[in-house]
């Protein structure tokens, strides 16, 4: 009687136990969740995914330990299919779709105390942005109605769109305060600059390079210098920067060419940047600074309608241009050794005369589409290449990659030491190597990941935007998945080769 008694005793006291610690959880869950709560925001966020949860600090001055992807519903994009969204919080960063979601109510801005990211937007001139596009305001009128579609002029076409980062992050951060645009609440606009995580500088560096960097008969600087020194003297009256030094400052320069001649004078700011290529290492480099990919230029393939590897019959695809300057030497080397080789496309080409169309069409019929160092370490083909499902082979040994610390780029990407790839023979053996079984799993995986290098307005979660902002946001973490993913580039294909060896004995 006393055994039983006992064990009843100690059941209760489970159940008890077990009872208080959901009532708490519950609690804490309904108080963060609710806007009108006197919770203070410091309070921590619960978390919560399939398998376990995770607590984080809302203090915006605190480093962030975990990587999230923010996912909420979203309307039918202007350049992609709707799908359904869900503010996806993985605390694993795995990427994958197993966590419990949260939803944006579709008539309400995000509320700032829920953002993974707050961003103070500083009131340039339309100069320095939108009026680059040839758009007029009323007098007094810095931005576009974004709520208005034909308000935003669209970003010129040609070479000119694969730099436009600047622009769809201006108009990412202009729809959070919308209410009836509804995308993922990862970085919300607000009105104080205290309130803020990081403090944007809305200038089209980018597009000022590409249309204004010539100087007119009747002028003494072009204005893109002139745009550049008004920047400057701007930053440096304004208290936000004297605080900081610059430091929580948010600059797009994506062109290699962008804020040349002012780059020093504003080097300690968080420059959003195609590659190292072209700066010094005190000026950018991975400790402060983001990598953001290229807008691709060729249409995206629907995954359903993706070529697999028997219905791909070119082995290895190139078109572009050849003779470049600097790292890009290794271009004609490759010319010249693969342009007579069985099942190789490998040839000049340019954005003219359907250029464009061509490559999309070639990508999409090959099995391996070669990134080759040009005048910098990076292109926008590699991002054709993903946007095609044609599995990349990276030849670039000083190559920096988007969002290197959350992606594996090891798991569809070949990547090759230029001083192997101009072996005779060396380049041809390893792709021919790689089996049907191993090519598709690299091309399912692209298809898989492939959102991430989309830019597009309203954004979309997972897209280029918002995982931009999200890379951001984890500048304030540590280095240390990034380096484990940037030792795998060769690792896979030195296995393979051994394996290759193997198979020969």
Same mark, same amino acid.
């Given at each position: 009687m006393t055994e039983k008694n006992t064990l009843s005793s100690r059941f209760f006291s489970c159940l008890v136990a077990i009872s208080m610690s959901l009532l708490i959880l519950s609690s804490l869950f309904l108080f963060r969740f609710n806007n009108n709560s006197s919770i203070p925001t410091s309070v921590l966020k619960i978390l919560v995914n399939s398998t376990s949860l995770c607590f984080e600090s809302n203090d915006h001055r605190k480093p962030i330990e975990h990587h999230f992807h923010s996912y909420v519903t979203s309307p039918i994009s202007t350049h992609q299919p709707s799908r359904t969204q869900v503010n996806e919080i993985d605390c694993e960063n795995s990427y994958s779709s197993k966590s419990v979601s949260l939803k944006q109510d579709k008539t309400d801005a995000c509320d700032p105390n829920s953002a993974l990211l707050r961003v103070y937007m500083y009131d340039l001139p339309p100069e320095f942005h939108f009026g680059l596009l040839g758009w007029r305001g009323s007098p007094n009128q810095r931005w576009p109605n974004v709520s208005d579609p034909s308000q935003i002029l669209p970003y010129p076409g040609g070479l000119n769109l694969q730099h436009s980062i600047e622009y769809w992050l201006t108009l990412d951060l202009l729809s959070s305060n919308t209410p009836n645009?509804?995308?993922?609440?990862?970085?919300?606009?607000?009105?104080?600059?205290?309130?803020?995580?990081?403090?944007?500088?809305?200038?089209?560096?980018?597009?000022?390079?590409?249309?204004?960097?010539?100087?007119?008969?009747?002028?003494?600087?072009?204005?893109?210098?002139?745009?550049?020194?008004?920047?400057?003297?701007?930053?440096?009256?304004?208290?936000?920067?004297?605080?900081?030094?610059?430091?929580?400052?948010?600059?797009?320069?994506?062109?290699?060419?962008?804020?040349?001649?002012?780059?020093?004078?504003?080097?300690?700011?968080?420059?959003?940047?195609? @590659?190292? *290529?072209?700066?010094?290492? =005190?000026?950018?480099? &991975?400790? $402060? %600074?983001?990598?953001?990919?290229?807008?691709?230029?060729?249409?995206?393939?629907?995954?359903?309608?993706?070529?697999?590897?028997?219905?791909?019959?070119?082995?290895?695809?190139?078109?572009?241009?050849?003779?470049?300057? @600097?790292? *890009?030497?290794?271009?004609? =080397?490759?010319?010249? &050794?693969? $342009? %007579?080789?069985?099942?190789?496309?490998?040839?000049?080409?340019?954005?003219?005369?359907?250029?464009?169309?061509?490559?999309?069409?070639?990508?999409?019929?090959?099995?391996?589409?070669?990134?080759?160092?040009?005048?910098?370490?990076?292109?926008?083909?590699?991002?054709?290449?993903?946007?095609?499902?044609?599995?990349?082979?990276?030849?670039?040994?000083?190559?920096?990659?988007?969002?290197?610390?959350?992606?594996?780029?090891?798991?569809?990407?070949?990547?090759v030491r230029s001083s192997d790839a101009v072996k005779e023979g060396y380049l041809l053996n390893l792709l021919r190597g790689i089996g049907q079984e191993r090519w598709t799993k690299m091309w399912e995986r692209i298809k898989e990941i492939g959102h991430h290098f989309e830019y597009q307005h309203p954004s979309l979660p997972g897209d280029a935007v918002n995982m931009i902002w999200e890379a951001v946001s984890r500048k304030r973490s540590s280095l240390i998945r990034y380096n484990v993913h940037r030792k795998n580039r060769y690792r896979r294909s030195q296995l393979l080769l051994k394996d290759q060896s193997s198979l020969i004995l």
């Open positions: 645009i509804v995308r993922p609440c990862s970085a919300i606009r607000v009105q104080n600059s205290s309130q803020a995580d990081v403090i944007f500088v809305p200038f089209f560096s980018s597009l000022s390079y590409n249309r204004h960097s010539k100087i007119n008969r009747k002028e003494r600087v072009s204005i893109n210098r002139f745009l550049q020194d008004k920047l400057v003297d701007f930053l440096k009256g304004r208290r936000e920067w004297r605080q900081s030094g610059g430091k929580d400052h948010l600059i797009v320069a994506h062109h290699p060419n962008s804020m040349l001649a002012v780059r020093r004078k504003l080097g300690l700011a968080m420059f959003v940047l195609a @590659d190292f *290529g072209r700066y010094p290492v =005190e000026i950018a480099n &991975l400790e $402060k %600074d983001v990598i953001a990919p290229y807008k691709h230029m060729v249409k995206t393939v629907a995954a359903r309608n993706s070529s697999t590897f028997e219905e791909r019959p070119v082995l290895v695809y190139f078109q572009g241009a050849i003779y470049r300057k @600097d790292g *890009g030497a290794i271009r004609q =080397e490759l010319y010249y &050794l693969l $342009k %007579d080789k069985k099942d190789v496309h490998f040839t000049f080409g340019t954005v003219q005369a359907n250029g464009i169309k061509q490559a999309g069409r070639g990508m999409a019929s090959s099995k391996f589409c070669l990134n080759i160092a040009g005048d910098t370490p990076s292109s926008n083909r590699l991002f054709d290449a993903i946007s095609s499902h044609c599995v990349p082979v990276i030849i670039s040994d000083d190559i920096e990659l988007p969002f290197e610390d959350v992606l594996d780029y090891s798991e569809f990407c070949i990547f």
